[in-house]
C-alpha cells in the first residue's frame, strides 16, 4: 500500500514539467507575501534565510535577485522540482539541497530567517515542520499557507472553528474524507485541511511577537478578520533577540 507520501512525491514527479504553470502565478498570494517578508529583512538585519518546500525555487530565486549579498538555500524532497529550478528557472546548482521539512538537514540557528510558501497544507503533521523551521532560525519564521476557517459557508466556517477548539475537527474530518484524512486533486496533488492559525500557539512560544498578514483581496469589515474571511494568510513570527 501507498503511503501519502509516496502518492505526493509521485505527483509532482510526474507534474514538475507544468508545475509552475499550475502553481505560480505573478501576483499571486504567495509572491505578495514575499514581498512582505523581505520587508522583515532590513529591520531585522536577516542576512540568511531557508525556504522549506521550495519547489521549482520560486522563493529561492526571488531572494537570490533582490538580495544578491544574502545567502539563501531552499530545500526540496522531489528530485524533478530541483531539476526544474536548475535548469528551466536558473536557480543556481546547489542553493537547494534536497531533504525534507520533518527533518531539515542543518544544525540549530543555522539561518536568521526561515520561510514557507504553501507546503503545510500537503503536509500530514505540519507542526512537526513548523518546529523544524524554528530549530534553524534565529530571528524568524514566516508561514505563507491555507487557512480553513476562510472556506466555505459562514455556517461551515464556524463549526470548523468550533470543533478545532473541541479536538474534534481531526476525527471530523476523518469522516468527512472516507477515513483517508486527506484530500486528492489534479490540480494540487494530495492535500490535508490547514490553517497558519493551526501554528500560533507553538510560534507565540517561539517568538516575541507573531504579526499576521492577509494576502488574498478580501474586503471586510468583520471583527473576525482574517481568522473567518482570508483563506491565504501569512504569519510571520519575530524573535528580538535572535542574535
Not at 515542520?129 to 491555507?146: I, P, T, W
Request: charged residues 25%.
Amino acid at each position: 500500500m501507498r503511503t501519502t507520501e509516496v502518492i505526493q512525491r509521485e505527483y509532482y514527479e510526474r507534474t514538475a514539467h507544468s508545475y509552475d504553470a499550475a502553481h505560480v502565478r505573478d501576483g499571486d498570494e504567495h509572491y505578495l507575501a514575499l514581498r512582505h517578508i523581505a520587508g522583515f529583512f532590513d529591520v531585522l538585519g536577516i542576512s540568511s534565510v531557508l525556504d522549506v518546500g521550495c519547489g521549482t525555487g520560486r522563493g529561492v530565486k526571488y531572494f537570490l535577485e533582490k538580495r544578491p549579498a544574502m545567502t539563501v538555500h531552499g530545500v526540496e524532497p522531489v528530485d524533478a522540482l530541483i531539476d526544474r529550478a536548475v535548469h528551466a528557472n536558473c536557480v543556481p546548482p546547489g542553493s537547494i539541497i534536497k531533504g525534507s521539512g520533518d527533518a531539515l538537514p542543518f544544525a540549530d540557528r543555522s539561518f536568521d530567517a526561515v520561510f514557507e510558501c504553501g507546503i503545510l497544507h500537503h503536509v500530514k503533521e505540519p507542526d512537526q515542520v513548523v518546529r523544524e523551521m524554528m530549530r534553524v532560525s534565529r530571528k524568524a519564521v514566516f508561514l505563507s499557507d491555507e487557512n480553513r476557517f476562510a472556506h466555505g459557508t459562514t455556517f461551515g466556517r464556524w463549526a470548523k472553528l468550533l470543533l478545532c477548539k473541541m479536538r474534534m475537527f481531526r476525527a471530523a474530518y476523518l469522516l468527512k474524507t472516507a477515513g483517508k484524512g486527506y484530500r486528492f486533486s489534479e490540480g494540487d496533488g494530495l492535500a490535508y485541511s490547514y490553517s497558519v492559525f493551526d501554528a500560533l500557539e507553538v510560534l507565540s512560544e517561539w517568538s516575541d511577537r507573531v504579526i499576521v498578514i492577509p494576502t488574498d483581496e478580501v474586503k471586510t469589515k468583520s471583527l473576525f478578520h482574517p481568522l473567518l474571511t482570508s483563506f491565504h494568510v501569512l504569519l510571520c513570527a519575530v524573535r528580538d533577540g535572535g542574535n
